[in-house]
């Protein structure tokens, strides 16, 4: 662990490094010792379900339980690695603010339903590693006065100036808290008040939070993902965001997990502009092995929904595909709303406020944030990826080709896919859902009786079935082809502006990917020869233009016979 000593330096004092870092290393050790395998690496067959444990209900069965049932009959075959979005006990935001990291929710099972899953899949887990519970232990016996737990949070002046500080939602920075002692001290949350920051300039901290990783890689955890991890280190004065120390930590991470469970993933969730996003890949150093595509579920919607692929093509042309061991992780939907802030400086923002605008008339909500002047912005818009894409007065084929040309997009470029459950199962708005909890995010993130929504999907012609058969095909189709490897760059390719046009390479062969992004009949011109459209069977003979009506999308396999014959 040669690196161990440096990074903690970084952070602490030096009295204090020597046996933090004894502690560190005998704990890394034990699970070490465990000798836990892992796939060596990613390819194209590595797709990833971005679910809820509890997504899938059945009378008296643990959840767990009856999503196997589920996964198994209707799933496995598409998707390799399960994302369960945090599965611990909690006391709100769906799960994200844990209250015990080391147990199981009991209403969802236990970590034996865990070891179960894992006969199917192999497991991503959530690591909120920036905050927890107002109900938790730890902070209960932090405000106990408990001498373990007194440096745990960010206890702060509510005088002191922090207009600086990046906020992520238009709430205070500081919640007052009462102690058992009688007094009121003024605690860090960053998002709400049953979230609580956790204090990693505390050594203390950082030895927990590194016990909870290594337990997770013991249950089971081959991708971890790091929640809201940008807001980690604390510093009034400065944005708080993307500070130094969190890198540092993050590094530390990674450097722990390559050690104790090599071919483990860390991936960060930093819903920020891209160029904050690609920083936690590392600048040189080992950090990241993913991190979320964050702005391109914005860009393929503004795309469609203006029929002009024009900023998704210059976003792409200039997307660097890191070197080393190091990936983008793709996605349009996730239990979260489409992030905004990404393509901020991508997308002029009065573009953006207008697509606000247009799709609050269609019935979407938007979340805010607030700005350093006092101001707010719209922060994500939340509605599901199915109901973004179109109208409300739209023909459910209509509505079934945008969709499906949006993941044929996000199928086609570098990096590892994942699909939120909402979008396989071709949800809509759950309107229901927000009014019983009066949060946004609600919309995207319905639960379903296991027999109603197995109904469902065996209904011919309803949209539910329609769009799982479709996007069924398209994910097998991308995992049987070899030039969809993860790292096989890609070349963005002149076209008009309705459509995208990507081009993978890899020795003799090569795939165009052209996604018609517009309601309009467009043509292509190829170059000669003979292509395969890998997901219809046809044969397609060049060099005279394609057209491809609205929303059609082809992908075209070759063979580079110069290549071959070196």
Same mark, same amino acid.
């Given at each position: 662990m040669t690196n161990l000593r440096k990074r903690l330096s970084r952070l602490y004092s030096e009295e204090v490094v020597d046996s933090l870092a004894a502690r560190i290393e005998a704990r890394v050790q034990q699970t070490q010792q465990r000798k836990l395998t892992r796939k060596d690496k990613w390819d194209e067959k590595d797709i990833v379900l971005i679910t809820y444990g509890d997504q899938f209900k059945e009378e008296s069965q643990k959840t767990l339980t009856t999503f196997k049932k589920m996964y198994d009959s209707y799933l496995k075959s598409t998707f390799e690695v399960v994302h369960f979005l945090p599965f611990y006990p909690y006391s709100? +935001?769906? *799960?994200?603010?844990?209250? +015990?990291?080391?147990?199981?929710n009991p209403e969802l099972g236990d970590w034996a339903d865990i070891k179960e899953m894992e006969q199917s899949a192999r497991l991503m887990f959530d690591f909120v590693c920036n905050h927890m519970s107002a109900k938790s232990d730890w902070f209960k016996r932090y405000l106990a006065g408990d001498e373990e737990f007194q440096n745990f949070f960010v206890e702060m002046d509510p005088e002191t100036d922090l207009s600086s500080v990046t906020r992520p939602r238009a709430t205070p920075v500081l919640t007052p808290f009462k102690f058992e002692s009688g007094k009121v001290g003024h605690i860090w949350t960053t998002f709400s008040e049953d979230q609580i920051d956790l204090n990693f300039a505390c050594?203390?901290? #950082?030895? /927990?939070?590194? +016990?909870?990783?290594?337990?997770?890689?013991?249950?089971? !955890?081959e991708y971890v993902r790091l929640d809201a991890v940008g807001f980690m280190w604390k510093v009034p004065g400065t944005s708080s965001i993307h500070l130094e120390e969190t890198h540092e930590i993050v590094k530390l991470f990674r450097d722990l997990v390559d050690i104790a469970a090599p071919g483990t993933i860390i991936i960060t969730e930093t819903n920020v502009p891209h160029v904050d996003n690609i920083s936690y890949f590392g600048n040189?150093?080992?950090? !990241?092995?993913?991190? $979320?595509?964050?702005?391109?579920?914005?860009?393929?919607?503004?795309a469609i929904h203006h029929g002009n692929a024009a900023f998704? &093509? @210059?976003w792409a042309k200039h997307l660097e595909l890191p070197a080393g061991k190091r990936t983008f992780f793709n996605f349009l939907a996730s239990h979260d709303g489409i992030g905004l802030n990404p393509v901020r400086g991508i997308i002029p923002e009065a573009e953006i406020l207008a697509l606000v605008d247009d799709l609050e008339k269609e019935g979407a909500l938007v979340s805010y944030k607030q700005n350093p002047d006092g101001s707010k912005s719209p922060y994500e818009i939340n509605v599901t990826y199915m109901d973004a894409l179109s109208k409300q007065a739209d023909t459910d084929d209509?509505?079934? !080709?945008?969709? #499906?040309?949006?993941?044929a997009v996000l199928m086609s470029i570098p990096?590892?896919?994942?699909?939120?459950?909402?979008s396989i199962l071709g949800s809509r708005n759950d309107y229901l859902g927000v009014e019983a909890t009066s949060h946004n995010r609600?919309?995207?993130?319905? /639960? %379903?009786?296991?027999?109603?929504i197995t109904a469902e999907l065996e209904q011919a012609g309803s949209l539910r079935k329609e769009t799982y058969d479709a996007l069924t095909k398209l994910i097998s189709t991308r995992k049987t082809e070899s030039l969809f490897h993860p790292e096989i760059p890609m070349e963005v390719l002149e076209s008009t502006a309705e459509l995208f046009v990507v081009k993978r390479v890899s020795g003799a062969e090569s795939i165009i990917l052209i996604h018609n992004l517009s309601e309009k009949e467009v043509s292509y011109s190829l +170059?000669? *020869?003979? $292509? =395969? @459209?890998? %997901? =219809? *069977?046809?044969?397609? =003979?060049?060099?005279?233009?394609?057209?491809?009506? *609205?929303?059609?999308?082809?992908?075209?396999? =070759? /063979? @580079?016979? &110069?290549?071959?014959?070196?």
């Open positions: 709100s +935001d769906d *799960g994200f603010s844990v209250i +015990d990291y080391k147990a199981v050594p203390e901290v #950082l030895y /927990k939070m590194i +016990d909870v990783l290594m337990f997770y890689l013991e249950e089971g !955890a040189g150093e080992k950090e !990241a092995h993913m991190v $979320y595509q964050f702005p391109l579920p914005p860009l393929v919607l503004h998704l &093509r @210059n209509l509505r079934l !080709a945008r969709f #499906l040309v949006a993941h990096g590892v896919p994942a699909v939120y459950v909402q609600s919309i995207n993130r319905k /639960k %379903y009786d296991l027999a109603e +170059d000669s *020869g003979v $292509y =395969t @459209n890998l %997901y =219809t *069977g046809s044969t397609v =003979t060049g060099s005279d233009s394609i057209k491809l009506s *609205g929303y059609e999308f082809c992908w075209l396999k =070759t /063979k @580079n016979y &110069r290549e071959e014959q070196k």
